[in-house]
């Protein structure tokens, strides 16, 4: 079992920045791969960025890498999406997920919103141009 709160700024303008938190809990937690996604309005639900439970491995979206990075605080089970140069089309809700299986997951697989097991409660992030 995992739990996962989200917190973090709501509301930017284009260019700025934000920063989401995932604060995870749980037996299952330390070793769990965490990823985040965005749904925007209207529109399927789609990966953002994931990282390792070591927090060695990351992996972006070509739609915000070089803008966004996520990091992961191994002593405070947190994990930090810093949004950079954003731009009104980030406007979504973003989800923190953890995946806890202990199978091998390939690159491409991992991006699926299916191989993941737990959900934060979802943050609306409206950027403003």
């Known amino acids: 079992q995992v739990q996962l709160v989200q917190t973090g700024g709501e509301l930017g303008q284009a260019g700025g920045s934000l920063r989401l938190s995932c604060k995870f809990s749980?037996?299952?937690?330390?070793?769990?791969?965490i990823a985040w996604f965005r749904q925007a309005s209207g529109k399927e639900r789609e990966f953002v960025g994931r990282i390792s439970w070591t927090g060695r491995i990351t992996d972006y979206s070509d739609s915000v890498k070089g803008r966004f990075t996520i990091s992961r605080d191994l002593a405070n089970n947190t994990v930090t999406l810093q949004m950079n140069n954003l731009k009104p089309e980030d406007t979504a809700v973003y989800y923190c997920?953890?995946?806890?299986?202990?199978?091998?997951?390939?690159?491409?697989?991992?991006?699926?919103?299916?191989?993941?097991?737990?959900w934060g409660q979802g943050t609306q992030v409206t950027v403003s141009s």
């Open positions: 749980g037996r299952d937690s330390p070793k769990a791969l």
């Open positions: 997920a953890a995946r806890t299986r202990p199978d091998y997951v390939t690159d491409y697989a991992v991006r699926r919103e299916s191989e993941y097991d737990y």
